[in-house]
């Protein structure tokens, strides 16, 4: 049976990218959303690699374009404020189009999803309460909604999915703390220096402010192996761990501090990455960060897009064989997310070095390059 009705769960980067491809391959998409109002702000990503020819092809790079940061260049500090290197930002150029856009995470979301609106049914405010399915389709009850059948169900809801946890069970199962933490937060005005990511690091900690697009944001990286889990929803907890984390640091550490004991918008989560045997399971399969979350250095949206564009390619394929068809989008996709997932630990040391000898070494090698370039 070709499968005409497809229940993406996720209205954030793939989820909306999957429903723009499958409405135009003539099948009937539906976005739900937990969150009745999807946010237009958030931490900037990379759109790059394999992602551009498919914004490309959607029409939307110049949007993505016009949403993008202002910043070119990466200054390292040290506690003092005093720079250490001053390093162009991947495909940053102070002149000259850049090949690839870094935009606010959510404005990306909110211009794909305006891609796929004419031809995508969204439900926002509601999520999926429960899955049943059999070989020809999926039964699914909503929060709020009538129960509605589908021939297809995608788990595009991120790091900690319900249609995951729903179709393949609890995520210690397939959640891999790195033992690092994020935190980040609007500082509600304009960076000082408009193209420049300023970056303090000690040991086991990052501390940045990114221009962004307009307001700045700031952004608390930190090494804490000890803490394993924690309430999602506790943000009195989240300041706390933040604080304890980063007090005694210079810079203009102290003030941000006291911004993230007021703020309202802490988003606090840990760095961590998705193992699971096989991301389908009958008509349930996984895209994104559901099925193989890498994010640290801004790979997790592309290959989501990527990702996004696979399944929609491989379901036009075989439009009456699902199960080969999702075969084939995880046999795909698997190949551009392994190297990324094994790279993470390489790319943890470079951001958030976790000794003083690892730090002067990183340190060194920023000079000599930003030297190189001088």
């Known amino acids: 049976m070709t499968p005409r009705s497809v229940l993406i769960s996720g209205a954030g980067v793939a989820g909306p990218t999957l429903a723009y491809w499958l409405a135009r391959q003539g099948l009937r998409p539906t976005v739900v959303e937990k969150a009745a109002n999807p946010r237009s702000s958030g931490n900037p990503v990379d759109v790059r690699g394999a992602a551009l020819p498919v914004v490309e092809a959607m029409g939307v790079l110049p949007h993505l374009r016009a949403a993008a940061t202002s910043a070119t260049t990466m200054r390292l500090l040290n506690a003092s404020g005093r720079t250490i290197a001053r390093l162009p930002l991947p495909g940053g150029r102070a002149g000259g189009e850049r090949r690839e856009v870094e935009v606010p995470r959510g404005d ?3 211009v794909l999803r305006q891609a796929a609106r004419s031809d995508t049914e969204f439900l926002l405010g509601d999520s999926i309460a429960a899955l049943q399915q059999d070989e020809h389709g999926v039964d699914v009850t909503f929060e709020r909604a009538a129960p509605r059948r589908f021939d297809l169900v995608v788990g595009a809801d991120g790091l900690h999915s319900q249609v995951r946890r729903l179709a393949f069970g609890p995520e210690r199962g397939f959640v891999r703390p790195t033992g690092i933490l994020v935190a980040t937060l609007p500082l509600g005005e304009p960076a000082d220096h408009p193209h420049e990511v300023q970056l303090l690091n000690a040991p086991g900690r990052l501390v940045s402010v990114h221009p962004s697009r307009g307001a700045a944001l700031a ?15 506790d943000t009195g907890l989240h300041r706390r761990i933040v604080t304890e984390s980063h007090t005694g640091l210079g810079w203009r550490v102290p003030g941000l501090l006291d911004q993230v004991a007021n703020t309202d918008e802490l988003y ?3 760095v961590s990455t998705v193992d ?13 960060d559901a099925a193989s979350c890498v994010s640290l250095l801004g790979d997790g949206s592309s290959l989501a897009i990527a990702g996004a564009r696979t399944l929609a390619a491989a379901l036009a394929e075989h439009p009456a064989a699902p199960a080969a068809a999702l075969a084939r989008y995880e046999a795909e996709h698997r190949a551009r997310v392994t190297p990324k997932q094994r790279g993470i630990k390489r790319s943890a040391a470079l951001l958030v070095p976790a000794t003083r000898f690892g730090l002067g070494a990183r340190n060194l090698a920023a000079r000599l390059r930003s030297a190189g370039r001088s």
């Open 276 to 288: 699971l045997p096989a991301w389908s399971r009958g008509r349930i399969t996984l895209l994104g």
């Open 268 to 270: 606090f989560d840990a």
């Open 219 to 233: 952004a608390f990286i930190f090494r804490r192996p000890d803490i394993t889990a924690f309430d999602h929803h």
């Open 108 to 110: 990306l979301a909110a």
